[in-house]
């Protein structure tokens, strides 16, 4: 049988912040096919100069001057801080009509992000949100069974991770852990496992949380636990700290069910460390397929789903691994309910208005 070789349409992209999760883009990038970036852009000039020299494009320290000298750009991708995304993102597709490829999370507060996913539903552009963990292959070994009922009725869904950011990382750019910009161990490196525990738990009832700034200088919390009381009836924890010390422990992700348990670990929820079924299962060789993400320097996860963004923005139907627009928003919901609590005190229930919450206020 000869084979089918389908190419993708080259996708002319372009950067906005030229940072360090920028700079795991740029690798990816140079080296993947079917996306040429045609231009970056940082307000220092010195990273934007570095990245343009690496990737051989035009480089800017105003990415609108940038949007307005290449109008043959079909897709904007932005990893400015957090608390800046809808500022970028907005009128990157009201006025100019862009895709957006976005780090996450997709905003720091609500009525943003609402406006972004209304924007581009009513423009009718792409607007996908990195959740590179969902791209982890014991994920996807899980969310399948998950999905063909495997587990039976859902019990807990339980996230957390235990890393260590020091003094250093905080200190090491002025919008780390603000409220204003990027909010603390939570919003910012918990983003992925409150992601995670939505995409698998489903809608949320209730939360509650309490939060504490333990190891390091910074306006936000370095440490967060909540309680999480799904619509399907299952509940659900997290535990978000970067004050692990001497260094990172990891992170995990636990789901009970009525008729089987998953746990996976790693550094990033990307080995399967324990699955297990009342009845059958998916088969032994599909499991040890996917026990682990396999080595790769640039990030295997990260570099599947800039893959599978890239087909999308191409004109291929969505991966269903892709956190489009709505799904970002309930993940960032998720995100600011637990922080509304924490500051209130008390539980919260949804529908909720975040009004105690600090995260995105100020900029
Ligand atoms: N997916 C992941 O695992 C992951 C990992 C790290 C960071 N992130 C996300 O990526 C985003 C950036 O984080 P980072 O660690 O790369 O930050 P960073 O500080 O290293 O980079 C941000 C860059 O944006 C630039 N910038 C700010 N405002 C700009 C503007 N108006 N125009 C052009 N450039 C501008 C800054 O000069 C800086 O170079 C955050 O939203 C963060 O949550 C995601």
Not at 261 to 289: D, I, Q, Y
């Amino acid at each position: 049988m000869a084979l089918q070789v389908v190419s993708m349409k080259e996708v002319r992209l372009a950067l906005i912040g030229c940072g360090k999760a920028a700079s795991r883009h740029r690798r990816l990038f140079r080296e993947m096919p079917g996306v040429r970036v045609v231009a970056v852009s940082d307000l220092n000039p010195d990273k934007a100069r570095d990245f343009a020299e690496d990737l051989r494009s035009a480089w800017y320290t105003d990415w609108r001057e940038m949007l307005e000298r290449h109008p043959e750009i079909e897709v904007v991708d932005i990893a400015v801080p957090s608390g800046l995304h809808a500022r970028v993102a907005l009128p990157v597709m009201r006025e100019y009509r862009k895709h957006v490829l976005l780090e996450k999370p997709i905003a720091l507060l609500l009525d943003e992000a609402r406006e972004m996913v209304d924007t581009a539903e009513a423009l009718g552009l792409k607007l996908v949100t990195v959740y590179q963990n969902r791209f982890n292959l014991p994920v996807k070994l899980v969310r399948e069974a998950l999905l063909s009922g495997l587990f039976g009725k859902p019990v807990l869904f339980s996230a957390r991770f235990y890393w260590c950011r020091r003094q250093d990382y905080y200190d090491s750019a002025a919008w780390r852990g603000t409220w204003a910009l990027d909010g603390g161990a939570l919003a910012q490196q918990g983003a992925h496992h409150v992601d995670m525990l939505r995409w698998l738990g489903g809608e949320v009832e209730s939360v509650y949380a309490e939060m504490a700034t333990r190891l390091n200088r910074l306006e936000a919390e370095d440490l967060l636990v909540g309680t999480i009381r799904f619509k399907n009836g299952a509940l659900g924890t997290i535990e978000a700290t970067t004050c692990a010390r001497p260094r990172d422990l990891g992170a995990e992700l636990v789901l009970l069910g009525e008729k089987g348990s998953a746990r996976l670990g790693g550094f990033a929820m990307n080995e399967l460390t324990h699955l297990a079924f009342e009845n059958g299962g998916p088969p032994g060789e599909e499991v040890e397929a996917h026990r682990r993400n396999p080595e790769d320097p640039l990030g295997f996860a990260h570099r599947e789903c800039l893959r599978a963004a890239l087909r999308y923005f191409s004109g291929e139907p969505p991966d269903p691994r892709l956190c489009l627009g709505r799904e970002a928003l309930a993940s960032l919901e998720l995100i600011q309910a637990l922080y509304e609590s924490a500051e209130r005190g008390e539980p919260v229930r949804f529908p909720f208005t975040p009004e105690k919450s600090r995260l995105g206020k100020g900029v």
